[in-house]
């Protein structure tokens, strides 16, 4: 490196501090005190001034709530996330990359979930287009945007929650090709799809990334739901080793009320924000079952005796 | 002879309307045969009330372990007394 070069990065260098001093001054001056209905105490900083900031120093609004938590000051909309992750678990959350493969019924609600959480960058895989027999359950899906590609339908919907997040909309289908390419970068991926071959895919393709795979699964009133890491045995556990059943399962004939989706999904979600943020156990290794009808929830443990 | 339980889960548990039982037998054939001979009519039965044609044994259609074990990953076929057989049906849907 020459001199020249030298005072070019010393310069760009000084720049940075210069700039992180500002926001952060900013910041803390745009703070406000607030006292919560049990008493804690909190510095809040309003959407309008993290947006103010963000315009003013050149740069995203997801990078100012960033520095506002690390000084522990909560941008509002985050403020109920607080006492079950914390502000350095928020950091984590906006600092990372969540997939969620197909923009259905349990990726709609999975998507809209991670926006309000605020994971920083959603990635949506899909290739369908909504139809009205998808109107009873798939959340994204309204009589206005029939005939709409659905990842397209969510990342909008996804802009209007949280427009501070980063969302990529991809129309494709994944497949054995291109799961990995697509999952890239991706630190966790979410199954919204509607048939085991392409769990087995995506499975495979986060193995190979060595990131977790959240598995769920919906029939009538029932759903399942186990998370996979890339060392567990995953679906093979309860498919056996070829994955060898039918393409579609029962609720193809029993169809999916409008709550099933919700249910498992709900669970899905909450294991991505307990694996980004490290609060509880992810549920590895054992199979959820979830019964509305009877209202039983089943936790089974895979792997034993064999 | 060994005496296990087994467990439904899900649409299987609705369905069939108990969600456990206690069989006697002497390996995983001989309980799979024991639990088509006294479940498997009346959850085809029910399931042909919601539309649904299922053909062959409700192992066919079924998944199920042993203590969480997939039959099709199971070398030893043998039961032993408190052994627990779980069976639910695969779903699919997103």
Not at chain 1, 107 to 117: C, F, P, Y
Not at chain 2, 58 to 82: A, E, H, V
Request: hydrophobic content about 40%; glycine content about 10%; charged content about 20%.
């Amino acid at each position: 490196m020459n001199i020249s070069h030298r005072v070019v990065q010393q310069n760009h260098l000084r720049r940075d501090v210069t700039s992180e001093a500002n926001i952060i001054q900013r910041i803390t001056k745009s703070a406000e005190e607030y006292l919560a209905p049990d008493g804690k105490q909190y510095r809040v900083i309003t959407q309008k001034a993290v947006t103010s900031i963000a315009d003013a120093e050149n740069v995203s609004p997801l990078e100012v709530q960033v520095k506002a938590l690390k000084q522990g000051i909560v941008p509002w909309r985050y403020l109920r996330n607080m006492g079950t992750i914390g502000p350095d678990g928020q950091v984590k959350l906006l600092q990372s990359a969540v997939a969620v493969v197909g923009a259905g019924g349990l990726g709609g609600t999975t998507i809209e979930l991670l926006a309000r959480q605020g994971v920083g960058h959603i990635l949506i895989i899909d290739n369908d287009r909504f139809t009205e027999q998808n109107l009873n359950r798939q959340i994204m899906c309204t009589e206005m945007n029939l005939g709409e590609h659905k990842a397209l339908v969510a990342a909008r919907r996804v802009n209007q929650i949280n427009s501070d997040i980063k969302v990529t909309a991809l129309v494709k289908k994944l497949t054995q090709e291109n799961a990995i390419a697509l999952l890239k970068g991706a630190a966790i991926v979410v199954d919204g799809l509607d048939n085991l071959p392409s769990r087995i895919i995506v499975e495979k393709a986060c193995r190979k990334l060595g990131i977790p795979f959240i598995y769920g699964t919906i029939a009538g009133f029932s759903g399942q739901m186990m998370t996979i890491y890339p060392e567990d045995k995953g679906l093979a556990s309860i498919f056996g080793p070829n994955g060898s059943y039918p393409d579609q399962g029962i609720e193809m004939k029993i169809g999916t009320p409008s709550a099933t989706p919700a249910m498992v999904a709900a669970w899905q979600v909450q294991e991505v924000i307990k694996i980004i943020t490290g609060v509880g156990r992810p549920l590895r290794n054992h199979i959820l079952l979830l019964d509305a009808i009877e209202g039983a929830i089943d936790k089974i443990e895979l792997g034993g005796g064999e | 002879m060994a005496i296990i339980t087994v467990r439904f889960y899900s649409l299987w548990r609705q369905y069939l309307g108990i969600d456990s039982t206690a069989l006697e037998a002497n390996n995983i054939e001989d309980a799979l045969a024991k639990i088509e001979d006294e479940f498997g009519a009346r959850l085809r039965e029910q399931l042909k009330i919601d539309g649904i044609q299922a053909d062959g044994k409700l192992q066919d259609y079924s998944l199920i372990l042993l203590n969480g074990t997939s039959l099709r990953n199971l070398q030893q076929k043998d039961l032993k007394d408190g052994d627990v057989l779980q069976i639910f049906p695969p779903a699919s849907g997103g």
